[in-house]
């Protein structure tokens, strides 16, 4: 409910103190802020309460207190401001702003010492408008002669400088909203995947292969694949193929920032396998130390660092895929490391326990239950039994030379036909490539 109250007939003050007695209880209120400014100025002015004793003032005050439902001390200062100002206003919000201290001509120097000097950086452009005003006197520098740097920059980003002083900046870096920068946590679960990418050197401008390495962080299990090129066309469908050579599911996959696994295609497909993407952190070198180590000691030790031409790719897939993967997984012990604390909480590691990929995964507790559906030991032991690990290890290397002097062949009409895969391995799932697939001779035929 909304009452107005007129101001037809003056009050005394004793019929005002029984209004007051009469009203307790009840609560007045003002709707707006000007109409209550104005009815208490009003009010004083009918009343003419300058003119009042000590106890009209009173009653007056308790007057309009009770109508406007302001508080005590609110009302003594709105009836100061009359008393001074003899009227009731609200007062205008004055934003508080500091003095502006460089001028519009000061910031067109700016520009003009900057384009004659080409742009230096913050402190060097403030020891030269120290030296034009301290050294050469010259007017017009005394104010930018005290600049900052911080506001010198401040005064760069002005219309005023834009306008007369163009300067083309570099390229701003964007962040990207794939991966998560951190560290994979794998709890002694197989399946988180470091993944990294090995470049063959250049021969006379030309590139040369891609080595797709990777490598998982609990049994060293590792499979390699080749690309001629850092694509989409090229990378999806080999990555694809390697991940379905680990014999357990994909649940990390860890990379560094290289934009040829922070993008949408490779986001897609690890979301497809409900793995976490997982990027390195800056300045962590260690976030990735596990397959920069085998580029070094497994790639670089048994390939090379011979050009390789990129239309013999798909070849080198296919060597990877039928004998040197499964070399470095059933065949080919790595060193696993033992923690130990010392006293003084010291962490130590000691390469005591070497084993095969296949090894270590078989001695995870409950290891079966880490193998993905359609895998079982019963098979894997097979493919790992078959043959003895120097006897693989020697036809790998025949098949390796084969393919080496298949890549030097660069420019024959027909070259030497790849054979079959190694026993027990099912055919790969080959890349495209701009020649036909070939296969290597003399090796084992299923």
């Known amino acids: 409910m909304t009452l107005i109250m007129g101001n037809a007939k003056l009050l005394s003050a004793v019929e005002i103190g029984r209004f007051l007695e009469a009203s307790e209880g009840i609560d007045f209120s003002g709707a707006e802020r000007c109409g209550v400014y104005q009815w208490i100025e009003e009010t004083l002015q009918r009343y003419r309460y300058s003119q009042q004793s000590k106890e009209a003032r009173g009653v007056l005050r308790e007057f309009i207190?009770?109508?406007?439902?302001?508080?005590?001390?609110?009302?003594?200062?709105?009836?100061?401001?009359?008393?001074?100002?003899?009227?009731?206003?609200?007062?205008?919000?004055?934003?508080?702003?500091?003095?502006?201290?460089?001028?519009?001509?000061?910031?067109?120097?700016?520009?003009?010492?900057?384009?004659?000097?080409?742009?230096?950086?913050?402190?060097?452009?403030?020891?030269?408008?120290?030296r034009e005003w301290e050294v050469f006197h010259r007017p017009g520098f005394e104010r930018l002669a005290g600049i900052s740097v911080s506001h010198l920059y401040n005064l760069r980003q002005t219309t005023t400088y834009g306008r007369r002083c163009l300067v083309m900046g570099k390229t701003t870096p964007t962040t990207v909203a794939i991966g998560e920068r951190r560290c994979p946590a794998p709890e002694g679960r197989p399946g988180y995947i470091r993944a990294d990418t090995v470049h063959q050197p250049e021969r006379d401008g030309?590139?040369?292969?891609?080595h797709i390495n990777a490598v998982d962080e609990v049994t060293q299990w590792e499979v390699l694949g080749c690309v001629p090129k850092i694509s989409e066309h090229y990378l999806i469908p080999v990555l694809e193929a390697m991940l379905q050579q680990f014999p357990f599911p994909i649940l990390g996959f860890h990379v560094d920032n290289g934009s040829e696994y922070v993008n949408d295609p490779v986001a897609s497909l690890l979301e497809k396998l409900h793995a976490e993407f997982t990027k390195s952190r800056p300045r962590r070198s260690t976030d990735n130390a596990l397959v920069e180590t085998k580029n070094g000691t497994v790639v670089r030790k048994n390939i090379g660092y011979q050009w390789l031409p990129p239309g013999h790719a798909g070849d080198i897939d296919t060597f990877y895929q039928e004998w040197f993967n499964p070399y470095l997984n059933y065949h080919r012990p790595c060193g696993f490391a033992t923690v130990t604390t010392d006293a003084k909480g010291k962490a130590k590691k000691v390469y005591d326990v070497y084993a095969t990929p296949y090894e270590r995964l078989k001695s995870l507790?409950?290891?079966?239950r880490f193998l993905k559906r359609g895998e079982s030991f019963a098979a894997l032991d097979r493919i790992a039994g078959a043959e003895s690990?120097?006897?693989?290890?020697?036809?790998?290397?025949?098949?390796?030379?084969?393919?080496?002097?298949?890549?030097?062949?660069?420019?024959?009409?027909?070259?030497?036909?790849?054979?079959?895969?190694?026993?027990?391995?099912?055919?790969?799932?080959?890349q495209a490539s701009a020649e036909p697939p070939r296969r290597l001779a003399g090796g084992p035929r299923s």
């Open 65 to 130: 207190v009770k109508m406007t439902g302001l508080s005590v001390p609110q009302v003594t200062r709105l009836i100061g401001r009359y008393l001074h100002d003899g009227q009731v206003r609200e007062r205008e919000y004055r934003r508080h702003r500091f003095a502006r201290q460089y001028r519009l001509d000061d910031i067109v120097l700016l520009a003009g010492v900057d384009q004659a000097h080409g742009r230096l950086s913050g402190p060097a452009t403030k020891k030269i408008l120290e």
């Open 206 to 210: 030309e590139k040369s292969v891609y």
């Open 365 to 368: 507790p409950r290891a079966r």
């Open 389 to 430: 690990d120097t006897e693989f290890a020697r036809k790998m290397q025949k098949a390796k030379q084969e393919l080496f002097r298949l890549c030097a062949q660069v420019g024959v009409a027909r070259p030497v036909p790849l054979q079959a895969a190694a026993p027990g391995r099912a055919a790969p799932v080959r």
